[in-house]
């Protein structure tokens, strides 16, 4: 094994790693409900608590990053919020799990910038959606095994003892990368000045903003609140839940090594702004109709199909979305990821926490009418973003790049 295919297995071990935490409570969500006696709004706010720190604080962990290393950066984050992982186990009643996830999205806001940071060192520009591929789709093997390993984990040692073996799989990782990755830089790795002035001003990250914030309420959708709406939306049994609920992120695994490859491919045929394009808005636009589908039917094995080629085929745009990132933030890629995520979260909570409501005023199928709206939308904005527009050419003075300003 090559260094850098030894760097990318590391980096996809955590992206692994990052949903089987993530998704966890959502998995352990219709138990922990019942045991700790909170509502359906509430346990919105449960679930939104964890997407509304992890937004906050991804500009700044990703800007840490692109300052002291990303690899170390990230060493810090998997250790606090397995931490917290663990943590959420021993919550007791609502407010505490609420700080407790909160506190979770403080530790683990800016992994994936900082692995994006990593990216952009080992591998070059006509590889990036694939290496972004593989991350992404790791991240969705996560996600499928999370409800595969935590329904019967959950069952046999409880919810609590569940979050402390989650918990501890973090801290394993960390020992073995801190044995295997340095953060020995060239010095213009590290920008001494962020020029956080042509950043905030560029139209191209704005675009990249609203885009990726609209997006994440399919995404958080499924990451959320798809096994709740399985057991009481859609009348699963808590083990059928175990099994389906992994149709989405296995079709995910799959969606985002092919829009990774298919993202390069078409990159190299048609052109940067050309081949991106292309991919991410065809297949939110897939996404949107399947997601549609979703709302209008009650067949039990029609939603299954539906919703794990809605969530796969939604995943084709994500290594490209991460890739057009780094087109445009160049030696800044940790920063405009974090301000793309950032908006991902902001999405995400204001997902999280409106479902809650929508479901408790209409039903889940209204839920499902307003994710699909959003998907549309965020197509509109996909089809604006140019990223033959860096932001680097527009720091150092470049009239074309600045014009995206």
Request: with cysteine.
């Amino acid at each position: 094994m090559t260094r850098r295919s030894g760097v990318l297995s590391f980096l996809a071990a955590l992206a692994v790693i990052t949903f089987l935490d993530r998704l966890c409570i959502s998995v352990a969500g219709p138990r922990m409900q019942e045991d700790l006696h909170i509502s359906t709004v509430g346990w919105g706010w449960i679930l939104g608590a964890f997407v509304l720190s992890y937004g906050i604080f991804e500009i700044p962990t990703g800007a840490l990053g692109d300052r002291r290393g990303h690899g170390r950066v990230l060493t810090r984050i998997v250790l606090w919020w397995s931490v917290f992982t663990s943590l959420t186990g021993a919550s007791t009643s609502f407010a505490q799990l609420l700080v407790t996830r909160f506190l979770f999205g403080v530790g683990e806001a800016g992994a994936y910038p900082n692995l994006s940071g990593v990216i952009k060192r080992w591998f070059a520009q006509s590889e990036a959606a694939r290496a972004q591929g593989v991350i992404w789709s790791a991240s969705r093997l996560g996600g499928a095994l999370a409800p595969l390993t935590a329904v019967p984990l959950i069952q046999t040692i409880g919810w609590r003892a569940t979050f402390f073996v989650f918990g501890g799989i973090g801290i394993v990782w960390v020992l073995a990368w801190r044995r295997y990755y340095n953060d020995r830089y060239p010095a213009s790795a590290h920008p001494a000045n962020v020029p956080w002035s042509v950043i905030l001003r560029s139209r191209q990250v704005w675009l990249i903003f609203a885009m990726y914030g609209c997006y994440a309420w399919g995404s958080w959708f499924f990451m959320a609140w798809f096994p709740t709406y399985l057991v009481r939306g859609a009348g699963f049994s808590e083990a059928e839940m175990g099994i389906f609920s992994s149709g989405p992120f296995l079709l995910g695994v799959a969606g985002n090594l092919v829009g990774g490859f298919a993202s390069d491919r078409l990159v190299k045929r048609l052109g940067l702004r050309t081949g991106r394009r292309l991919v991410a808005c065809s297949s939110l636009a897939v996404s949107a109709a399947l997601i549609l589908g979703m709302a209008l039917t009650r067949s039990k094995p029609l939603i299954v199909v539906l919703a794990s080629f809605g969530f796969g085929v939604m995943d084709l745009m994500l290594p490209t979305a991460w890739a057009v990132c780094m087109d445009i933030g160049q030696s800044y890629a940790g920063i405009v990821t974090g301000v793309m995520n950032s908006a991902g979260q902001l999405g995400g909570f204001l997902c999280t926490v409106a479902v809650g409501y929508i479901v408790r005023a209409e039903g889940y199928s209204a839920a499902l009418f307003v994710i699909a709206a959003m998907l549309g939308v965020s197509i509109v904005l996909f089809s604006r973003i140019d990223p033959e527009k860096p932001i680097l050419a527009a720091a150092t003075g470049s009239d074309a790049a600045f014009s995206s300003a």
